[in-house]
Nanobody, 123 residues
């Protein structure tokens, strides 16, 4: 079993910055891809960004240039740097991980999920 522990959410002003972290614990040897999804009020869960163990990334088109995903394999941790956040980025952000090396943007392909961390962008 794998546990994903997120941290770093909270209130941020528009135009500020925030960094989310997600540490994987447990049986992590087969974890190949990690990423972030988000779910706003009344909305479906949507892709933010994913990264494989080689550092290859995929982003939601609307977030390219503002959000950056990175990964420290030695610490089994994935990060999401949020720069210039906007009110529409307000959501619960979920960390996700999947076994194997094949990347995917479909949340149905992810095996493990964190509890979620609230990010609120407001002045």
């Amino acid at each position: 079993q794998v546990q994903l522990v997120e941290s770093g959410g909270g209130l941020v002003q528009p135009g500020g910055s925030l960094r989310l972290s997600c540490a994987a614990h447990g049986s992590i040897l087969n974890i190949g891809v990690m990423g972030w999804y988000r779910q706003g009020p009344g909305q479906q869960r949507e892709l933010v960004a994913v990264i494989d163990s080689g550092g290859n990334t995929n982003y939601a088109d609307s977030l390219k240039g503002r959000f950056t995903i990175s990964r420290d394999n030695a610490k089994n941790t994935v990060y999401l740097q949020m720069d210039d956040p906007k009110p529409e980025d307000t959501a619960v952000y979920y960390c996700a991980a999947k076994r194997g090396i094949s990347s995917s943007e479909d949340p149905k392909n992810y095996d493990y999920w964190g509890q979620g961390t609230q990010v609120t962008v407001s002045s």
